[in-house]
């Protein structure tokens, strides 16, 4: 806008610069701006202008606002995060698993804080050794995830012949230990048919030498590993993850993981024909979090990892 109010000119004959007036008004909304060039007042009577009506020009610029269906759930202080998370990914029902069933006297395993790096609220999602589980139901894992499912917004739901783009951002701890099985952190599940129980695509992070974060995918029953990368330059900095998919049988996918502070793409990995439709699918549904094996509980920690900024968006 600056540089519209320095650029503005006009012809105006015989006029000096000096015997013009311009000015700039931008509305409340910085959604417009209008530019005018007229004669000063004091010079009107130099140039005997028999139409003094048209000695002004007035240049309107609108901005384009791009409607968005994104849906977006970002923290908003400590208290009432389970209300929260409910609220925007299944409104009166029960989007979040978390092991507070056989941990009671820690209280709630997803909680918000103040984050000094992000200058913002975000989620921070614990998980214990011992006791926590998978909900009370499988004791050789353990799991604290977040959802979309079935009593979930049509709009939180990936159906067939529909793209749509998921971001987040996620911070893995200093000393982060994962373990030789498998530490999930996202999955897209596929709903409905005899396939549902596998993920379609999962970010997982595995214990090795390095430890490594991987893109698993699984077309149908058994999964195949897209691309890996060594997970020690991915520790303790905020992460933002850009997932893209087109759900059908002939799809695509691109995953992009860059550093927030700098932009810096550290992981990244596309598939324009790959299918992404299972036969009896109903939907498929997003999961963040950690879902973490105990197999190997003796390679495993106390853990916190911090969430924010989730977005969903039929494109």
């Known amino acids: 806008m600056e540089q519209l109010g320095a650029v503005i000119s006009y012809d105006y004959g015989a006029a000096q610069e000096t015997e013009t007036e311009k000015s700039l008004l931008i ?34 610029l609108e901005k384009e606002i791009s409607q968005s269906n994104a849906i977006v759930l970002n923290a908003n202080g400590p208290g009432n995060t389970y209300n929260l998370i409910t609220s925007v990914l299944a409104p009166g029902n029960n ?15 997803i909680d918000e804080v103040f984050d000094n790096e992000l200058n913002e609220n975000v989620f921070r999602f614990y998980m214990h050794t011992s006791p926590d589980n998978d909900r009370c139901i499988n004791l050789d894992r353990q799991r604290n995830e977040i959802k979309s499912y079935d009593k979930s917004p049509d709009n939180l739901l990936g159906v067939e012949n529909e793209k749509v783009e998921y971001k987040w951002k996620f911070k893995l701890p200093s000393g982060f230990q994962s ?42 029953d058994s999964q195949t590993t897209l691309k890996q990368t060594d997970l020690a330059p991915l520790i303790d900095i905020w992460l933002e ?36 439709w299972r036969p009896g699918a109903s939907f498929v549904r997003p999961k963040w979090g ?24 039929e494109l």
């Open 27 to 60: 509305s409340n909304d910085s959604t417009s701006a209008t530019a005018t060039i007229a004669f000063k007042q004091a010079f009107l009577k130099n140039y005997n202008d028999t139409n003094s009506t048209n000695n002004a020009v007035i240049i309107v």
């Open 95 to 109: 989007p979040i698993e978390v092991p507070d069933c056989n941990h009671t006297e820690f209280g709630e395993h």
């Open 179 to 220: 373990s030789p099985n498998f530490t999930h952190l996202h999955q897209l599940k596929s709903v409905g048919g005899l396939l549902e129980s596998m993920p379609m695509y999962t970010l997982t992070t595995r214990k090795g030498n390095p430890d490594q974060l991987e893109l698993r995918y699984a077309e149908t």
């Open 241 to 276: 993850v850009t997932e893209t998919i087109s759900y059908g049988t002939s799809g695509s996918y691109t995953i992009e993981i860059k550093q927030v502070n700098n932009d810096t793409i550290l992981f990244d990995y596309s598939n324009e024909s790959i299918t992404n």
């Open 290 to 313: 950690i879902y973490r094996s105990l197999l190997n509980a003796q390679d495993l920690r106390d853990e916190s990892i911090r969430y924010a900024g989730f977005r969903i968006e």
